[in-house]
């Protein structure tokens, strides 16, 4: 269970950004000095053995000159003589070897009569070369028997030609001890192997601080979201440092605002439809029971009673009818038909339809309607924004007050423009009497009737027909609602 468990933690660490930072980190720096270390002492190695080779064969073929008239004219006494004074100065074993291999002299005594087959006596007594050069590690026979040493220590050989009596070929082999710049290669090695560990450590403490600072804006907008999730939508992220990250959480704090605001916004909307339907239901419930405790109230009190009763359930069909309808366009239900409409004519029906209510309040109606003009669109969407719109003026506009529906082409869109001079709407309300259930006076907008959903329903018809809506409006001089159309290309 244990080794389970702490398998999985350590999958789960290389599988963090954290842990995979680490182990890039550590790759990069481990493969990349392990290349630049190798290389380098290869170099040097290289260098410094080349170098050895190139004076141990100096040494070897004076001392060949030296020593070949002597071993002609066999003198051994001279021979051995000049050997032991050579080898002392060259701290090494020289030997003279017949052209049978056997050995005629040695500085050390031992293999004197003996047969030295090493292989690069063999390669200048057989194969004719002039010189060869050998070298051998503790472990070897060949080191073993010739460094002098028990084999504790790394030789070379140089063997060099000379000539025996008769001109026969024989050989002088030269046993170079190469231990001292072993031990100082392997030196340098530990050396290097201790730099990268120092090297590996140092990158350890970085790659941790590195992983730190690029994980940390990471681990908290997870955090954040993890909140977010159990259904906070107050919670930000700290946004820090630059880049990606910096974006990140910019772009997440966007998003987490405007889901907080839509959560507000749907909220809200469930409150003011609630309590617009509360209202006209708490009235007619008084006027019920006055109408069931009061059973011999005046006929006429009962009707009026009863025509008020009536209001208010056409109230609430009305309300209920635009939630409906703005529900169904929420949820992209809502199909638009695609038919020719005159437009023209069907801005004169709608005003036509209203004039007999502003007529009523003593307003004037005008009308400058361009002729002829037509769209693609839905006919009762295109009624329903205008006389929305018309409405609201009529609404907003005292008995009186002048009121004018215009349609005009203007630069390839077909403009209605909906002016009155009204009450008009203040600035810091103008961006949101598109809002569901928003009025700018709650009290005087009851008093006509008013729930606040006529614009929201406008403003996702206009959507829906592919137009927009905006609005124009000074605080006692008036509004004017201006609705565009792109006029599409002739069919
Ligand atoms: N022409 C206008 N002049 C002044 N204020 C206006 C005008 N049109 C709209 N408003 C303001 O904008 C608010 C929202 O209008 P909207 O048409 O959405 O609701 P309403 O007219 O109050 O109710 P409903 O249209 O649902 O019966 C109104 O309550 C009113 O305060
Ligand atoms: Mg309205």
């Known amino acids: 269970m244990v080794t389970i468990s702490r398998i999985r933690t350590k999958t789960a660490f290389l599988a963090s950004i954290r842990g995979k930072i680490l182990l890039a980190f550590f790759v990069i720096v481990g493969v990349s000095f392990a290349v630049a270390a190798t290389s380098l002492t290869d170099l040097v190695s290289e260098f410094l053995f080349d170098q050895r080779t190139r004076e141990d064969m100096l040494l070897?073929?004076?001392?060949?000159?030296?020593?070949?008239?002597?071993?002609?004219?066999?003198?051994?006494?001279?021979?051995?003589?000049?050997?032991?004074?050579?080898?002392?100065?060259?701290?090494?074993r020289l030997l003279v070897v017949d052209g049978d291999g056997k050995v005629q002299a040695d500085t050390f005594q031992e293999l004197c009569g003996e047969r030295l087959l090493l292989h690069e006596v063999?390669?200048?007594?057989?194969?004719?070369?002039?010189?060869?050069?050998?070298?051998?590690?503790?472990?070897?026979?060949?080191?073993?028997r010739m460094s002098g040493e028990g084999g504790a220590a790394s030789?070379?050989?140089?063997?060099?030609?000379?000539?025996?009596?008769?001109?026969?070929r024989g050989a002088l082999v030269f046993v170079s001890r190469i231990q001292r710049l072993m031990d100082a290669m392997s030196g340098v090695r530990w050396r290097l192997v201790r730099v990268f560990i120092l090297i590996a450590v140092a990158?350890?403490?970085?790659?941790?601080?590195?992983?730190?600072?690029?994980?940390?804006?990471?681990?908290?907008?997870?955090?954040?979201?993890?909140?977010?999730?159990?259904?906070?939508?107050?919670?930000?992220?700290?946004?820090?440092?630059?880049?990606?990250?910096?974006?990140?959480?910019?772009?997440?704090?966007?998003?987490?605002?405007?889901?907080?605001?839509?959560d507000k916004t749907r909220s809200q909307f469930v409150s003011n439809a609630s309590h617009e339907l509360k209202t006209p239901l708490t009235t007619m419930k008084v006027m019920l029971e006055t109408l069931i405790y009061q059973p011999d109230m005046p006929a006429d009190l009962r009707q009026e009673f009863m025509q008020d009763m009536n209001h208010e359930i056409d109230r609430l069909t009305g309300i209920i009818t635009d939630l409906l309808a703005l529900s169904q366009m929420d949820q992209g239900a809502e199909s638009s038909?695609?038919?020719?409409v005159q437009l023209s004519e069907l801005t004169e029906e709608t005003v036509r339809l209203l004039r007999p209510a502003a007529e009523k309040r003593g307003q004037r109606l005008e009308e400058a309607i361009e002729p002829g003009l037509e769209m693609t669109g839905d006919r009762i969407k295109l009624n329903q924004i205008l006389y929305n719109l018309t409405d609201n003026a009529l609404?907003?506009?005292?008995?009186?007050g002048t009121i004018r529906v215009s349609l005009n082409r203007e630069d390839g869109e077909l403009v209605w423009r909906v002016q009155d001079n009204g009450i008009g709407i203040p600035p810091e309300d103008q961006s949101h009497i598109f809002e569901r259930f928003y009025r700018v006076d709650k009290a005087r907008s009851r008093d006509t009737g008013g729930t606040g959903l006529g614009l929201s329903i406008v403003r996702q018809l206009v959507k829906l027909e592919g137009g927009t809506v905006s609005v124009e409006s000074e605080p006692g001089k008036g509004s004017v609602f201006i609705v565009r159309f792109a006029e599409e290309a002739e069919a």
């Open 337 to 340: 038909k695609k038919e020719r």
């Open 122 to 144: 063999i390669a200048v007594l057989l194969s004719g070369e002039t010189e060869a050069y050998g070298m051998y590690s503790p472990g070897r026979e060949a080191a073993e």
């Open 395 to 400: 609404k907003y506009t005292q008995d009186g």
């Open 203 to 262: 990158a350890l403490i970085l790659a941790l601080f590195l992983s730190q600072v690029l994980t940390k804006p990471i681990t908290s907008l997870s955090k954040t979201m993890r909140k977010m999730g159990k259904g906070d939508l107050s919670v930000r992220v700290p946004v820090q440092g630059s880049g990606e990250l910096r974006e990140l959480a910019e772009n997440y704090n966007t998003m987490a605002s405007q889901l907080e605001s839509l």
């Open 155 to 168: 030789v070379a050989y140089c063997v060099h030609e000379i000539t025996g009596p008769d001109n026969s």
């Open 60 to 92: 070897t073929e004076k001392v060949a000159d030296q020593v070949s008239p002597l071993y002609r004219s066999l003198s051994l006494e001279e021979l051995n003589q000049s050997l032991t004074d050579n080898a002392g100065t060259m701290d090494g």
